[in-house]
């Protein structure tokens, strides 16, 4: 079913609108925070476009009765800091639609499976096809533990994580973060679709709070104030 384009500019324009040119503080450059893919697993199709929230087609497999899957893996596995990668997949979906296994590419946003999908991800748990047919989700949290995340805009602040809810912004001395981080749950009819930051706190300061840019960036508010993390190759203790 086709969804109404009206609903797929609501689902793409905000995702698409979190990574646009952002002028460095103080010095004018133009920055941009880049998207890196996710894969790793099972993207489920939506069967009711037309409705909000996600109802999982069940109609593939081989009695016609199971979730409609792509399985897709990274050539490698996941590489956090790699914008462009190698896929593999395997798919129940019905012949016609979908082949049984092939190979496949991520490029920024690009998703390209050959002989099954074409499309752009919306956000890190959601791709649609590039004619407006197909919406795939897929549940997938961000380690936060890989590499050092640097603030974009000036390039000054420095994060470390030791999972996915404990860090510190590092400094003299370092300054502890406690990150809590619901997770996308797509099998729950009621959500949440989309994997995001709840808060992002620094000891004896406000809260942030946002959402994942890709597997490597975060764009964060506080009131007025927007604090953009990019991951980046390193390594550091709090």
Excluded at 36 to 46: N, P, R, T, Y
Excluded at 148 to 172: H, K
Aim: aromatic share 8%; charged share 15%.
């Amino acid at each position: 079913m086709v969804a109404p384009l009206h609903r797929l500019a609501r689902l793409v324009a905000p995702a698409l609108l979190t990574s646009t040119l952002l002028a460095a503080c103080g010095g004018g450059a133009l920055l941009v925070l880049g998207f890196i893919g996710s894969a790793g697993g099972d993207w489920v199709q939506d069967d009711r476009q037309d409705l909000d929230g996600l109802q999982i087609r069940s109609t593939c497999g081989p009695t016609g009765d199971s979730e409609c899957r792509i399985n897709i893996q990274p050539v490698g596995g996941q590489d956090v800091f790699a914008s462009s990668f190698a896929l593999t997949y395997t798919s129940n979906l019905p012949d016609g639609s979908c082949s049984a296994g092939g190979n496949g590419s991520a490029d920024g946003r690009r998703l390209e499976l050959s002989g099954c999908f074409n499309g752009e991800y919306v956000n890190i748990n959601q791709a649609v096809s590039d004619n407006g047919t197909v919406r795939m989700f897929f549940n997938f949290t961000p380690p936060l533990n890989q590499g050092i995340w640097v603030e974009l805009q000036n390039e000054q602040r420095r994060f470390a994580f030791s999972d996915n809810s404990t860090g510190c912004e590092l400094g003299t001395p370092n300054v502890p973060v406690a990150v809590n981080i619901v997770s996308a749950d797509i099998r729950n009819p009621a959500g949440p679709f989309e994997t995001t930051i709840q808060s992002f706190t620094l000891q004896g300061a406000a809260a942030w709070s946002g959402r994942f840019i890709g597997v490597s960036g975060m764009r964060l508010t506080r009131g007025n104030d927007v604090l953009e993390l990019e991951r980046r190759q390193g390594s550091a203790t709090c």
